[in-house]
């Protein structure tokens, strides 16, 4: 279900990135943004399919970037909760998607036509300038990504992973089966049961039936690579007061409009 908005209510509050928009940027793109509501396993786009719509997502809503392999499996690059958006933010037009896009954590999401958003860009510099400094973050997630998939080991990159979406969605209880978790890090499921029957053993976190529950935030701190800090780092000096930091409240206009 969808619903045409005339302000921004508490769904696009919820958006980090919306939040830090400049008032008369946020005046541009309201007429064409709409709630949607998303499902885990909704899947956005795949590759080749023209990317209609620029995806916004609100509170603990996530969508995950993977690459899908010839053997079937496909590979996280990139995870997006409310400090982004999935979809044509840069490329004008609506051009043909390379990864796919599927809702990892279901939710409220805000979109709108890339087509409007194109329009929006083109009547404002600042707008412009705002969503190209909000691509250079997210190219620098993938290339971390990258860096920590080829050096750090399966632990650090699994703790990496809870972390990420614990920082995005502030919840420790995080609706992920095994099978799911080892797709998205491109390792076996053995590897990955194995990875998670030790933090069981040392008290970390609790794998349950389609979830996984952390218990203790600082040990699962421990074991992880410095990648999300990394990249937490570049959004600092990029877009200030965007990237999510768990329980924390969203940012007022003022921490990022720049």
Request: aromatic share 6%; glycine share 8%; with cysteine.
């Amino acid at each position: 279900m969808q619903r045409r908005i005339n302000q921004l209510e508490t769904d696009s509050s919820a958006s980090n990135l919306l939040r830090c928009l400049a008032d008369a940027d946020v005046d541009l793109l309201r007429p064409g943004l709409e709630t949607w509501q998303g499902s885990a396993g909704d899947v956005l786009y795949r590759p080749g399919d023209v990317v209609r719509f620029v995806y916004f997502p609100c509170g603990p809503s996530l969508v995950s970037f993977r690459i899908e392999l010839a053997d079937g499996r496909a590979v996280e690059t990139a995870l997006v909760g409310r400090e982004g958006a999935v979809g044509g933010i840069v490329s004008r037009g609506r051009l043909p998607a390379y990864a796919r896009a599927e809702v990892q954590s279901g939710g409220s999401f805000l979109r709108m036509l890339t087509v409007d958003l194109e329009e929006a860009k083109m009547r404002s510099p600042t707008l412009r300038h705002f969503f190209a400094r909000y691509a250079d973050c997210l190219l620098a997630q993938v290339f971390q990504t990258t860096a920590c998939n080829a050096g750090h080991s399966i632990e650090q990159r699994t703790a990496k992973w809870i972390l990420a979406a614990i920082d995005r969605t502030g919840d420790h209880e995080i609706p992920l089966t095994q099978d799911q978790l080892a797709g998205m890090l491109g390792v076996g499921r053995s590897y990955i049961s194995r990875v998670l029957s030790a933090l069981k053993a040392r008290a970390i976190l609790t794998p349950r039936r389609g979830r996984l529950i952390v218990s203790d935030m600082h040990g699962l701190k421990m074991l992880s690579c410095d990648c999300n800090d990394m990249v937490r780092r570049h959004f600092d000096e990029v877009l200030a007061g965007v990237y999510p930091r768990g329980d924390d409240a969203a940012p007022a206009h003022s921490d990022c409009s720049g």
